[in-house]
């Protein structure tokens, strides 16, 4: 019987083996810009060098077309951290005055799942760093959804955090670590001029936010991670040191000078979050993601797309959009067919090793099988969009758009006329009918409207844009959180 134990012992040395050797769980960064155009980063054209950002690019795959749910921050950022429409839930705008009721909570409700709280089921750790715009009542807080928190949660912040008032404190976790310029007594006028920053260079919320990231990933990097980054740049207010403000003096528009000051500071610090992989030995199963919340502003180019933020042209709803995944993604590659934030979803969740299960009706897809051609065709049959008064649709090649509720259309191949030039809705009637048709279809399953910016929602919330008891410093001190 010898033999048979040498046989036993040579199939369990071979399973150890195969355990050891077993891939672990990848890690994710996601790098998540603020108001940035499709045309700011250096990889699509922009005047401003990225290399940082464009190392993402080149060492992984450059979604084209490449779209974000809403052409505003919340509603967009709610989307990416639950892989739905976000107006499946009722989460159609910004975060307002409004609401249909007083019991409304505005937010992602508790029981819809966010990334992180999917990923610690799955043995993660789970860090935000940056700004937050998804709820403002205390549960909702990222300091109760993530393991660790370092930002503020508000549509903005200043750059320098003692400039904002305190109902816009920066939070590490529970604590309020910023302190105000003016309750120290310190006159406006020494910190800022013109939107140049004179004062305490090592306060700049951009690399503060670079700067928990770096020991969070330090500080985790024996064990899976997620580590977010929403940083608020390049939205406004547009301030800068006067350092990077100085390194741009050739260009003469001031207030894109300050932007470009701004991207600069931003490329920089995905730099150093990259770096920190690189040296620590994490690069090769580290899944990178970057792109921005919406299209644009004023300042920031869009070009070749038509279009800003708050529109529902190309350049209000296509992004900046790319990732890299050194041991799963084939280096340089160009996607050229739809995908939307929402696919980042369930994309990070299977890649953790985790399931999609139907009750959770996700609307975003595993673009893995897409990357690795396992899988053909479109990841999408249609993409849809719908704020305020607008409303849009793609399927294919075409994208339907209405700017006045449905009144009146337009329809463009974005594929030949990216620019959205030539509208086609007379020269191809049935196409667009057959499209409006889809969306309306799509639109009656979307749960109404339940806050925002709308009188005509009913209840107006007093005490909006107030600080909250846990804005107070001793709140969390004093109960027993």
Not at 64 to 79: K, L, N, Q
Not at 388 to 403: W, Y
């Amino acid at each position: 019987m010898t033999w048979l134990y040498e046989i036993m012992n040579l199939r369990i040395w071979i399973f150890l083996v195969m355990l050891n050797s077993a891939p672990g769980k990848p890690n994710f960064v996601i790098f998540l810009a603020d108001d940035l155009g499709y045309g700011d980063v250096g990889y699509q054209g922009g005047n401003v060098p990225t290399p940082q950002i464009d190392s993402i690019a080149k060492k992984g795959v450059v979604f084209t077309d490449g779209y974000v749910s809403c052409p505003v921050c919340a509603p967009s950022r709610a989307g990416i951290l639950t892989g739905r429409y976000q107006q499946s839930f009722g989460f159609w705008d910004n975060i307002g005055p409004y609401r249909v009721s007083s019991e409304v909570k505005p937010g992602i409700p508790l029981d819809i799942p966010i990334l992180s709280e999917r990923l610690k089921e799955l043995g993660y750790i789970c860090g935000l760093f940056g700004k937050t715009h998804e709820g403002d009542s205390e549960e909702m807080m990222a300091f109760n959804r993530w393991d660790e928190f370092f930002g503020f949660n508000n549509g903005a912040s200043n750059y320098l955090p003692g400039m904002n008032h305190g109902h816009n404190p920066i939070f590490h976790n529970k604590k309020i670590i910023s302190r105000s310029y003016e309750d120290r007594g310190i006159n406006r006028d020494l910190i800022i001029k013109k939107g140049v920053l004179e004062i305490d260079r090592d306060q700049y919320l951009t690399d503060l936010i670079a700067d928990y990231a770096v020991s969070f990933i330090e500080g985790n990097h024996d064990r899976p991670f997620l580590c977010y980054l929403p940083f608020n740049a390049i939205h406004g207010p547009f301030q800068a040191h006067r350092e990077l403000y100085d390194k741009y003096k050739a260009e003469k528009n001031h207030q894109r000078r300050l932007n470009m000051a701004m991207l600069d500071s931003m490329d920089h610090n995905t730099g150093r979050v990259l770096k920190v992989l690189r040296k620590l030995g994490l690069e090769e199963d580290t899944f990178v993601i970057f792109l921005s919340d919406n299209g644009g502003h004023e300042a920031s180019p869009n070009l070749p797309l038509r279009g800003k933020k708050a529109t529902y042209w190309e350049g209000g709803l296509r992004v900046p959009f790319c990732m890299k995944w050194p041991n799963r993604i084939e280096p340089g590659q160009l996607y050229r067919r739809p995908v939307i934030s929402l696919d980042l979803f369930p994309t990070i969740v299977r890649a953790a090793g985790g399931s999609i299960d139907p009750s959770q009706k996700l609307d975003g897809v595993d673009l893995m099988p897409y990357l690795s051609n396992s899988e053909r065709g479109d990841p999408h049959r249609n993409l849809f969009w719908i704020w305020g008064s607008r409303r849009a649709i793609r399927a294919g090649d075409f994208k339907a758009m209405s700017q006045d509720n449905g009144k009146s259309w337009q329809l463009y191949n974005v594929k030949n006329d990216i620019s959205e030039q030539h509208d086609l809705a007379d020269k191809r009637a049935p196409k667009l009918e057959q499209l409006i048709k889809i969306f309306d279809a799509w639109e009656k399953e979307l749960v109404p409207q339940q806050w925002g910016w709308r009188k005509d929602l009913g209840h107006r919330d007093v005490n909006f844009g107030q600080s909250k008891p846990y804005h107070d410093p001793k709140y969390f001190n004093n109960s027993k959180n």
